[in-house]
Structures are given as structure tokens and as C-alpha cells.
T-cell receptor, first 116, second 115 residues
Framework: GDSVTQMEGPVTLSEEAFLTINCTYT??????LFWYVQYPGEGLQLLLK?????DKGSNKGFEATYRKETTSFHLEKGSVQVSDSAVYFC???????????????FGTGTRLTIIP | AAGVIQSPRHLIKEKRETATLKCYPI?????VYWYQQGPGQDPQFLIS???????DKGSIPDRFSAQQFSDYHSELNMSSLELGDSALYFC??????????????FGSGTRLTVV
């Protein structure tokens, strides 16, 4: 079945450091890929997404590129801030041409802590 | 902008009791999804509805049931509660025809504690 493998945490970085959180996936067809962020005590917020190969999603300085050849969707940010401290989930939705199959499959989440 | 509204935000129940969680999707969204997130876990898909019909089912216990009503709000009913049901329950909504562009919007969740 479909699955998402995510870089295990926790990850601790200093402010202004470069961030990479690895995410790879297994899926048939052409999945859509997402990064969600969960701040302490809050719900899941969509951070960015990509729906086809070579698409780059970006938001709030974060970027991720849909790489079909390596089945990856790594999250990057050039200079992290204390306010980026949260749990980050990589997720996929299977091929959207298969109606009724839009449920998200999540990775295990990566807890990111940024220290001043 | 209107978001997905979940109620209650927090709920404490005793073992073997019943709980009802409510979800009000974004206006015009026709699809609702329920997820369960245990402590330190990733969210697990429970069930989804499209146009008031169940569209998919995940790892939802038989003790749980859900439905989507004519106004598109959804309720998750949980009976014979167990300690292991303590979790954050998320509802998400989407508009199927533009899902590819906009994806889901999640509510803030209901934190259920079973004691």
C-alpha cells in the first residue's frame, strides 16, 4: 500500500541554520504530496503541496520539490527561526484520478526545535 | 475566512461512556474526513464522506460510527469508550472538484480524554 517515510526526529537547530527534513514515499499512480505543520497544542496546517512531478511547493520560506525519479519530497528552509519550532508531517494522497481515494497518508512526523 | 469548526475542543469521558464529536466544514465543501492522532503519533484516517455518503473507511473501530448530514456537517459517535481512545480527533473538509488545487483544510481538533 501507499506509505510515507519521514526523517526521524527530533531535530534541533540554531536560529538561521539551514533545514532539511527528508521525506520519501511509496505509491502507485501519481500521488499528490503535502507538508503539514502542527504547532504545539494546535491542529494541522497545510504548509505546502505539489501535485505533479517537478512541481515545487513553497510557503513562508519553506520549499519542497516533487521528485518522481527518487520518490522524494524533501522539505528545506534556508534560515530557520524560533517560530518554526513545530512538528512537520509529510503526507500523500493517492492518484486523484481514482475517485473516492483522497485520504491522506502521513509520515510519522518530525519534531523541530529551533534554539536562539 | 471561514474555517472548519470542531466541537467541543476538549472532552473528558469515563470508560464505557459515549461521546459525540461534531464537525462543521467550510461552506460549499462537500467532503469531510475524520482522523485520529494518538499522543506522539501521526494522524490515522478513520472515515470520510462525500455528498452525505460514506466514501472511504480506514481503521475505525466498530464501536465508532459517523454520518454526514444534509447541511454537510458531520458527527463522529464513539461508544463504549476505552482508555486507548484518548486522542486528538481531527476533521478536515474539501471541495472535491478543486481538491487537486486546494487539498484539505483541517479543524483545530477535539481532544478526547478517557479516564
Amino acid at each position: 500500500g501507499d506509505s510515507v517515510t519521514q526523517m526521524e526526529g527530533p531535530v534541533t537547530l540554531s536560529e538561521e541554520a539551514f533545514l532539511t527534513i527528508n521525506c520519501t514515499y511509496t505509491a502507485t499512480g501519481y500521488p499528490s504530496l503535502f507538508w503539514y505543520v502542527q504547532y504545539p497544542g494546535e491542529g494541522l496546517q497545510l504548509l505546502l503541496k505539489a501535485t505533479k512531478a517537478d512541481d515545487k511547493g513553497s510557503n513562508k520560506g519553506f520549499e519542497a520539490t516533487y521528485r518522481k525519479e527518487t520518490t522524494s519530497f524533501h522539505l528545506e528552509k534556508g534560515s530557520v527561526q524560533v517560530s518554526d519550532s513545530a512538528v512537520y508531517f509529510c503526507a500523500l494522497v493517492p492518484d486523484l484520478s481514482n475517485f473516492g481515494n483522497e485520504k491522506l497518508t502521513f509520515g510519522t512526523g518530525t519534531r523541530l526545535t529551533i534554539i536562539p | 475566512a471561514a474555517g472548519v469548526i470542531q466541537s467541543p475542543r476538549h472532552l473528558i469521558k469515563e470508560k464505557r461512556e459515549t461521546a459525540t464529536l461534531k464537525c462543521y466544514p467550510i461552506p460549499r465543501h462537500d467532503t469531510v474526513y475524520w482522523y485520529q492522532q494518538g499522543p506522539g503519533q501521526d494522524p490515522q484516517f478513520l472515515i470520510s464522506f462525500y455528498e452525505k455518503m460514506q466514501s472511504d473507511k480506514g481503521s475505525i473501530p466498530d464501536r465508532f460510527s459517523a454520518q454526514q448530514f444534509s447541511d454537510y456537517h458531520s458527527e463522529l459517535n464513539m461508544s463504549s469508550l476505552e482508555l486507548g481512545d484518548s486522542a486528538l480527533y481531527f476533521c478536515a473538509s474539501s471541495y472535491f472538484q478543486v481538491f487537486a488545487n486546494y487539498g484539505y483544510t483541517f479543524g483545530s481538533g477535539t481532544r478526547l480524554t478517557v479516564v
